[in-house]
């Protein structure tokens, strides 16, 4: 997207993401954050898993290592990111990491404000599938949006594109834009039609956050970052080279729709609903 004078802008990293390497993850994240503080990015989008890489599904492994590998928010290295940030005034949201709290375990996203205080906003996911419950992961109690810098966005994870209910319901609540993270190891069949007909259906922009996934500097696999918009595919980068896609920030302001606690409440029930009743379909065989 061509870069305008005084335009304003959120950042889609395509990144590289090491497996089993917080601390250089982290480094790269800073290097990135840098970088978007000279580019007019109000707010920088990592990929999912940026952090931890995308340890799940690799064939070792099991509960310790998800413990292991998991952040507490807040916590030492969040903290860390969490002031680079705010030194350089770019909003922060990692799309998607494995977050410890006590004795749980979440797939949550997360929302780092470059403004003072040291407030995190949280979302986590929702509809896990077995493997992940398997894991020691709990499930997200209701749908949040993530706000920066007076833009909304909605995070869907892996499987939960499958569920139509939950992508409305985000749009519903006021989102601007919807981020969708995808494991590696776990490629939804069709994600990129879905994607595409979601865009279209719900008039609004769609992103799926890629990367270049290493182990030990050797390329393993790499996830494109794609954009839609209104059932039009306006960017693909599928590539091993490190990109930062800029999307004006006036091409996401829209008006919200009004909508009570009460419908928000009964629309929420009928999500888990729906989504009890597909998941023991699936079981059966149906």
């Known amino acids: 997207m061509k870069e305008e004078p005084g335009e304003r802008y959120i950042g889609l990293v395509h990144g590289r ?70 030194n350089h005034g770019v909003d922060l949201l990692i799309t998607g990491l494995y977050e410890k709290a006590g004795p749980k375990l979440y797939i949550t996203g997360l929302g780092i404000p470059a403004g003072p205080g040291e407030l995190f906003y949280k979302t986590r996911k929702i509809i896990l599938s077995e493997y992940e419950k398997n894991l020691g992961f709990s499930p997200g109690k209701s749908p949040k949006l993530i706000s920066l810098s007076n833009i909304s966005y909605g995070l869907i994870y892996d499987s939960e594109i499958l569920y139509p209910e939950m992508l409305r319901l985000l749009q519903l609540m ?44 050797r390329e393993r696999y790499t996830i494109p970052t794609i954009v839609y918009k209104s059932g039009e595919k306006i960017l693909e980068h599928d590539s091993d080279e490190t990109a930062l896609i800029l999307i ?39």
């Open 17 to 86: 993401i090491f497996l089993y390497a917080s601390k250089h993850n982290l480094r790269e994240a800073k290097k990135y954050i840098m970088y978007a503080a000279r580019q007019n990015i109000d707010t920088l989008i990592l990929p999912y898993t940026q952090l931890q890489g995308p340890i799940l599904y690799e064939e070792h492994t099991g509960k310790y290592t998800i413990r292991k590998n998991a952040f507490t928010v807040p916590g030492p290295l969040i903290g860390n990111l969490s002031i680079v940030a705010k």
């Open 248 to 286: 004006p920030k006036k091409s996401l302001i829209k008006s919200k729709g009004n909508i009570s606690g009460e419908l928000l409440n009964l629309l929420y029930r009928y999500t888990k609903l729906t989504t009890k009743i597909i998941q023991n379909m699936r079981k059966r065989g149906g």
């Open 174 to 217: 006021g989102s601007n834009i919807i981020l969708y993270g995808m494991h590696p190891n776990n490629i939804i069949p069709n994600y990129s039609i879905l994607l595409k007909t979601y865009s279209y259906i719900s008039d609004t922009i769609i992103a799926c956050t890629g990367s270049t996934v290493y182990h030990m500097d």
